[in-house]
């Protein structure tokens, strides 16, 4: 079998494996001449020249300016061709739909938001989708088709089993059995389906404060307590999908509650989760504690408490932080002693609210409750981190397909 295509150590096979890597550096680099992507990669010149023109051919590449500011004539500068291929990513909440649109690079180019208020949708799910899809799509002055594949991030997840949305009843109209094949006819393009803080924490280790890091465990806070975890360097979702779902959890604390399932809550949801924060700010005398919804009134009384501990540290402030922090770790005791991390990452708006001030104290806590020792540290993308985690998502399979020069 020696030289047929697609063989280990074959010549092409061995193309094809510098010719992506040479596509991964200008990625990660940007610009760069035909000689120094022959240093990065080990190539001769020769050999860079002729990856460099197959490359180019293949439309993967583009030859764009010189370099600058060395006595003779610049170097030409390669960089990757935006337009290869593009990929697209969804953020799907009770409230709306926030769909991007990003070349191969990772820019993104194009993004819409449709609102879906109300506990009863008027239009369809496959329609609310192909909307805001559409609006991303013509908002990057590209067509449906241009999209390569679709990643979409929803509360709960997608029993592999079943097909059925689970662990989020809250979002209305997204429990049909057939809705994901009424969505993979209705679009042209591969579509992927994943829990929103699985894609919180893809987006944290492409990005944010997780990279380099293997094992993990992303605390999400925003509408609903959850957690992402990362297992030498691979999402754990469980047998249904539902790994990470610690708003479930029993808690010391909180009243045991009973079929969570029926009742869409559970004991750390409720000892720790975004509609506590209020009621801890009334009971400590703080006011006047902000309405609206329960996140962003969490959120902001903890951006409150985190400006102005520092003025008493026995004032209701600090003591706001220091009793939500115990009960934030609280829960995270029982994950860092079945999981033991190398790290734990605080994400979603309640608990980035915090900053520094809350991430302290729980770390401090956290130290006290569980045996090993976990660093905790803030999350890095803080701007819509699900939506960036599609992305980041869809553009990594996305990649593998497109930059695979070996067929």
Not at 202 to 214: F, K
Request: proline residues 8%.
């Amino acid at each position: 079998m020696a030289g047929t295509p697609g063989t280990p150590g074959t010549p092409r096979v061995l193309r094809a494996m510098n010719d992506r890597a040479a596509l991964d550096l200008l990625l990660e680099h940007g610009p760069l001449s035909r000689t120094r992507i022959g240093k990065l990669t080990g190539l001769s010149k020769p050999t860079a020249s002729q990856l460099l023109a197959r490359l180019e051919a293949a439309g993967l590449v583009l030859a764009g300016g010189t370099t600058e500011g060395r006595p003779g004539p610049g170097a030409q500068l390669y960089e990757v061709n935006p337009a290869a291929a593009y990929a697209a990513g969804l953020d799907v909440t009770p409230d709306r739909l926030l769909a991007a649109v990003a070349d191969i690079t990772g820019r993104t180019v194009g993004r819409f938001e449709l609102p879906t208020p109300g506990r009863r949708p008027a239009v369809p799910v496959v329609r609310q989708v192909t909307d805001a899809l559409d609006g991303a799509v013509k908002a990057a002055g590209l067509a449906r088709a241009d999209v390569h594949r679709l990643v979409i991030g929803t509360p709960g997840a997608f029993d592999p089993g079943t097909g059925r949305l689970r662990y989020a009843s809250h979002l209305p109209g997204w429990h049909s059995p057939t809705l994901l094949q009424e969505l993979a006819a209705a679009l042209p393009m591969p579509v992927e389906y994943e829990n929103d803080v699985n894609l919180a924490a893809v987006a944290e280790r492409r990005l944010g404060a997780a990279r380099d890091h293997e094992d993990f465990v992303l605390l999400w806070n925003q509408r609903g307590l959850g957690a992402a975890l990362v297992l030498g360097g691979r999402l754990h979702r469980g047998w249904t999908g539902g790994a990470g779902e610690v708003g479930f959890l029993p808690v010391p604390g909180a009243p045991l509650v009973r079929k969570v399932g029926r009742t869409g809550s559970g004991g750390f949801q409720e000892l720790a989760g975004a509609q506590a924060v209020p009621g801890l700010a009334r009971e400590l005398g703080l006011d006047p504690v902000p309405s609206g919804p329960c996140a962003e009134s969490a959120a902001a009384l903890l951006a409150s408490a985190a400006e102005r501990a520092g003025d008493r540290p026995d004032g209701p402030h600090h003591r706001l932080l220091r009793t939500y922090a115990t009960r934030l770790a609280t829960g995270l005791a029982s994950l860092v002693s079945v999981l033991d991390p190398e790290l734990v990452v605080l994400s979603g708006t309640v608990l980035t609210a915090g900053g520094e001030p809350l991430r302290a104290l729980v770390q401090g806590e956290l130290e006290e409750l569980a045996a090993s020792r976990p660093r905790l540290v803030l999350g890095g993308v803080t701007a819509d981190p699900v939506l960036r985690g599609a992305l980041e998502s869809a553009l990594a399979t996305t990649r593998d397909e497109v930059f695979d020069t070996s067929r």
